[in-house]
Structure formats: C-alpha cells, structure tokens
C-alpha cells in the first residue's frame, strides 16, 4: 500500500466493467522530495500500484498484481503541474483453474494528454508466512543524491529484508 497521502481519488461512475475516477497527488508528499527534486514526477511503478489499490478497495478484494503487459508511459506526471487526472479501469472478470481472475486495461489521462496505457491482470492475494515470504524479497533502493539519510533508510529497510540492492543513480555528493 502507498503511504497515506501520496494521492487522492474520487470515484465520478462506477458500473459493472469499469470505474472511472479523478485522482489527483500531493505535491508536498516526502516521496517526490527524493524523485527527481526540483522537477519531481510520479514513479512508474507508484502508477501501476494506484490502480491496484483503487481496483482492490473498489472491488472490495484485496488483489495482486499477476500479469502486466502493454505498459506505455507515454508522459510524465508531474504533480506541481498536472493537479487531476482521469483514471478509467475497464474490467472483466474471468475464471481460470479455479481462480478469480480480473482482466484489465487502465488508462491515466488529461484532456487530450495521455500517462499511462496498461493492461493487466490482477487475481486474490494470497496469504503468505512473512518470515519464510521475507526471505525471498529483495528490495532495490535507487538514490541520487541522498548521502545524508541513505545510511538511515537502508537501516529502516533491514527490518523487512536483507535482501538489499542499492543503486546509485549518478550522483554527485558523497553518495556511494
């Protein structure tokens, strides 16, 4: 789940097959503070979470993402200048081997302007025992320019994994 905060979104019709909604981010979130500061954009992947979590609590399922393809970023969200969004998520509901699937395709737009095309299928969460799922979960750290608090961050996630990949993204202070 997203951190509290880091988008909204209203539901303006919701009928069997689709849901359409206008979603909008806080700008002042700490996320874009360390996603490309001075110009932040919304991460790639904080996009297709979105329209996870909102299919999830619509649909009143707690869902995974399963398949994704056809992803197309077509343009940058950037949440000083792009203040609502349209999300349109068309779906199906399909069984295959006794499990629930959810076919969809997912549009972010503007106007004329569109983000994001995806399609995707999204099926039940299952329950995992965190210790043995933890083991397995490797957590990747892009950094640019964060020397400062890296040491503390990377200290936060030894919590979860010690499965860590940090990857530096260029930078020019001290960050190593």
């Keep these: 789940m997203l951190s509290e905060g880091f988008f909204s979104y209203t539901v303006v019709d919701k009928e069997q097959g689709e849901i359409l909604a206008t979603l909008s981010f806080n700008e002042k979130h700490p996320v874009f503070k360390g996603h490309f500061p001075g110009m932040p954009v919304v991460p790639g992947v904080c996009q297709v979470q979105i329209i996870k979590e909102i299919l999830s609590k619509e649909l009143k399922q707690d869902l995974q993402l399963s398949k994704a393809r056809e992803i197309k970023f077509l343009s940058m969200i950037t949440p000083q200048k792009t203040k609502e969004l349209k999300l349109t ?69 030894k919590k979860y994994s010690d499965n860590i990949i940090v990857i530096n993204d260029g930078s020019t202070d001290q960050t190593e």
């Design 89 to 157: 998520i068309s779906y199906e509901k399909v069984e295959s081997d006794d499990i629930e699937i959810i076919k969809t395709t997912s549009i972010i737009s503007q106007e004329e302007a569109v983000f994001l095309k995806m399609k995707a299928e999204f099926k039940k969460k299952k329950s995992y025992d965190s210790s043995t799922y933890l083991s397995k979960v490797c957590i990747i750290i892009p950094t640019y320019n964060n020397s400062s608090k890296l040491k503390q961050v990377i200290s936060d996630v």
